[in-house]
Every structure is written in C-alpha cells, then in structure tokens.
C-alpha cells in the first residue's frame, strides 16, 4: 500500500493541531494533569508522534521527557523515583520519549536487569500506575509497532544520513537481531500491565505519517469535550508614530576576512 504523502499529510495534520490546542487549554483551565507515553521499536516513530503533538503547544506547559541511562545513585534508588519527579502538575501535559517501560523492553531484553528486578517490575508497575489514575492523573500508554524489515531500512538511512546519524546507537546495532526477544518481551509487559485506566493502545508505524495521524486521533478521541471558550483579547491600534529598530547589521559571511 502506498504510503502517505506529505502535502496529504500535512493538510490532515493541520486540524489536529488545532485540536491540540483547545485541548491544551482544556487541560490548563480544568487544571487537569495529562501523562503520555510512547513505547515502540527502535526507529518506530516516537519521537516524529511527539513532534507532531507538542509543535504548537506552550513548551511551558506541555514537556518532553526523554531520561538518559540512569546515574550510579539513580541506580541504587527505587526504580520508578526518577520517572515521578516528572510527572504533571495541575494544568501540564507531559509526554514521555520512553519511559519506565525501559525495563520492561531493552533492559530485559539486553540483560541490563536481573530477573528478581524484571519480576518486580511487572508486580509494581500496575500498582505504580493505579495510583497515578487514582490521584487524578490522565495516563495514555502507547507502543508503536513496526515490522522488522520496515525497521531494517530505517536503521539504513540512519546509516548513511549524517544527521540522522546520532540516532543510532551501539545498543540499537545490538538489538538488531534480538526482534523476535523484543516481541515476546512486549506481550509478556502487556499481559502483566494492561489494565482498567492504564491500557495500552498499539499504532501500526509502518508508514510514520499515517501512524501520528492514527494516534493523535485517538488521543484527541479518548479525551473529554476539551472546547473551552477563550477568546482572543482585543488588540488596540497603537496610537502615535512607531519606532524604528536600530541595530548594526550583521555581515554575510562573504564579507568577512579569510585567513589564507
């Protein structure tokens, strides 16, 4: 099937957007608190479904959380301390690039936890998330799913792209042929944290246009009514004459001096 082209998808996206913003104001004069997380493959799409879904939004309010790997003391506190100190306030969304998922996916699947901590991850993390949901928190989970000969030819623009290059990662050359220890990692992490108030919800990526148009959908579409009627104040006429700017005007760079 042919994939989505960008004037399409750019002229579907637009409206969302829109959307998006009532929706942001929704969640700050309601004061609600909104949690995303994006969980998926490596080259899946998460952070191009972020993108699209914090572009226009106040960086004040909405925030991306992409934690690196955990430092030496983060390692020896309790495994979700690091993820709570991100969480909404009153009025925020937060949309998690990866989140404590981390260990339910790569670091089972790469042996970076033992089995006692992969075993208590699965008992604690529905309880974890039951009492974000109970305390009022809006928590949408998504994993973002792409076959692994889509995910081969992604992994090769990488590659070759000079500024996609910083995406791949030793660990993402490591996965690499573990995507059948990546799949059984997942249904074991569904089947141990699907519940009422934290299900997750699976996007086909395969075509990444068609899958943050599917998601941000979906997000909009779970959401209560979010129109909040805010009108745009009045803007005066400035009375008396404006000012100019003055400046010294940077020079191109052909004009200036080259050392032989």
Known sequence: MAKLKRKEYDELLQPLQLELTMMARWVQHSGQRLLVLFEGRDTAGKGGAIQAISQHLNP????????PKPTDRESTQWYFQRYA???PAAGEIVLMDRSWYNRAGVERVMGYCSE???QQFLHQAPV????????????????????QEQQE????????????????SP????????????????????????????????????????GRLTLVRNLLDRLPDTRVDAPLPELPKLKGKLHREHYDVLKPIEDF????
């Open 171 to 210: 660990v993402d050359l490591k996965s690499r042929s573990k995507y059948s220890a990546y799949t059984e990692a997942r249904e074991a992490m569904l089947r141990a944290t699907h519940r009422d108030g934290a299900q997750w919800t699976l996007v086909d990526f395969n075509d990444q246009r068609l």
């Open 60 to 67: 004040r309010q909405c925030r991306v959380v992409a934690l």
């Open 128 to 147: 974890f998330e039951q009492l974000l949901v109970d305390d009022g928190i809006l928590l949408f989970k998504y994993w973002l799913c792409v076959d």
């Open 257 to 260: 001096p080259v050392e032989e």
């Open 85 to 87: 100190t991100h969480l």
């Open 116 to 118: 006692t901590e992969y």
């Open 153 to 168: 030819k992604r992994f090769a623009e990488r590659h070759v792209d000079p500024l996609k290059g910083w995406k791949l």
